[in-house]
């Protein structure tokens, strides 16, 4: 492993170097004197737990922070940048775990706005038309230049982000945690992208913490944990399990262990269940499904392909057309989502921003969203505040909230350290332990170290006899934690398997719409099943 340090070098070699940052917020110190050194035209990855710094760290790069103490070089020149329009000048773009666009605004005018093309004083829509379609196939970025940001999916939304910064020009560009909202092969396709940016002298900054994504793409790899480099290291000297052991400061066990399911009586069914999009097209086609007490059905599928619809229509944020979902012998279909949560579901949304939490409230009433009516939560009308602070300190400690501050603000955590904040509450059996939960990405954002707790707290859940949905665009995720797997393609289910008897491939076969890939998926219900 090398040294961090490098002294008496030739700074004009490297695109990016960052000398002795220290960032210090109110509550903890975010960058403790951090060094990272960035080869131009390299692929470099950062990686580290959720609130390890890394993020502090681009923000400053990007100049959405100004660190402290410490020196800024790009392309060996010394700079000053006191913010995004400087970093811009520089040549740095930046996409973000939370995207920056305008919902109601088209692809087009997003990645133009700011820089537009004008005939007169209007924009020259026929020429930003051009100009971004260009970029879009130069890049291998394809999407509709036309359509609204509210009406394409997540994967699509990112490529929009990914073409603002290529249009302004950059020329070292910060990923932050790109593949979190990718499916595998949305994933490949930003992989093939990156490495055609590097062919044409772009260097690139990764931060992941997908350790096989590190050893797939990227030729060096920089660590950190507790706002502290623990160590860089070339990407072929290394491997998952030793970047784990660096980023974590123990071993990790990289897959879940897990007994056979011990399964109890139905507690969900989904008969018929019709349910369109905002576009009031059908996404959800006469969907049928179970599930019982104590297992876990993961539902695979490429995004866009009704998983989300579903998943509000059982929860109550979406209407149901047509079709019954049953829960325990109750029709719930189209009841509010606090007449679901009062059934005994407990969600966890795929969207945490939107659905999951109120960034201008502090993480101590983030914490009891949805159970804030209910004893001891509350009594009498009134919020039990000392026990709030109480329940709160101790989540915020089980769950690895980071800072362990419950009076922040929840938009001002990290992307990771939000998605642990919703996690912690949603799979809390406190105050009643759920009949059954609904889990989208739980993962998302998240560090090796959280992936494993949060792996762990789901199959304990399952073996306290809960039923578990789980929709991930993980298929590791998938694979190790269900006990049957549902696929879905094009608002339907068109297959149905368990982990040990497909591979990866086949059941990237099957996301595409083959309906022929495994013989069991021919069979109909399994035994178990019916």
Partial sequence: MESNMKENIDYSSYAVVMKDIVKQFPSVLANDKVNFFVKKGAIHALVGENGAGKSTLMN???????????????NGEKCKIKGPKDAIKYGIGMVHQHFML??????????????????????????AKKEVKNLSEKY????????????????????????KILYRGADILIFDEPTAVLTPQETDELFEVMKLLQARGKTIIFITHKLYEVMAITEKVTVMRLGKVTGEIDTKDTNPKQLATMMVGREVLLRVEKDAPKLGKKILSVSNLWVKDNRRLNAV??????????????IAGVAGNGQTEFVEAITGLRKAEDGKIILNGIDITNFSPLQIREQGITHIPEDRIKRGLIEEYPVYYNMILGKHEEKPFS???????????????????????????????????SGGNQQKMVVARELDNTPSQPKMAVISQPTRGLDIGAIEYIHKTIISMRDKGIGILLIS??????????????????????????????????????????????????????????
């Fill in 285 to 298: 086609k006469g969907v049928n499904l179970e599930i019982k007490a104590g297992e876990i059905l993961g």
């Fill in 379 to 413: 009594e009498n009308g009134f919020l039990n505040s000392r026990f709030i602070t109480d329940y709160s300190t101790k989540l915020v400690e089980k769950y690895d909230v980071r800072p362990r501050n419950i009076n922040m603000l929840a938009g001002n955590l």
């Fill in 102 to 127: 305008i919902d109601n605004q088209t692809v087009y005018e997003n990645v133009v706005l700011g820089l537009e093309p004008k005939k007169g004083v209007f924009l020259n829509r026929k020429k």
């Fill in 140 to 163: 291998g970025l394809q999407v509709d230049i036309d359509s609204k940001i509210e009406d394409i999916s997540v994967g699509m939304q990112q490529r929009v982000e990914i073409l």
């Fill in 473 to 530: 665009m993980e298929l590791d995720e998938i694979f190790s934690l269900s006990d049957r797997i549902i696929v879905f393609f094009e608002g339907e289910t068109i297959g149905e398997v368990t982990p040990d008897e497909i591979t990866r491939e086949e059941i990237g076969l099957m996301m595409a719409g083959s309906k022929n890939v495994f013989h069991s998926t021919e069979r109909g219900e399994s035994d178990e099943t019916k």
């Fill in 60 to 74: 400053q790069l990007y100049g959405l922070y100004s660190p402290n103490s410490g020196e800024i070089y790009i």
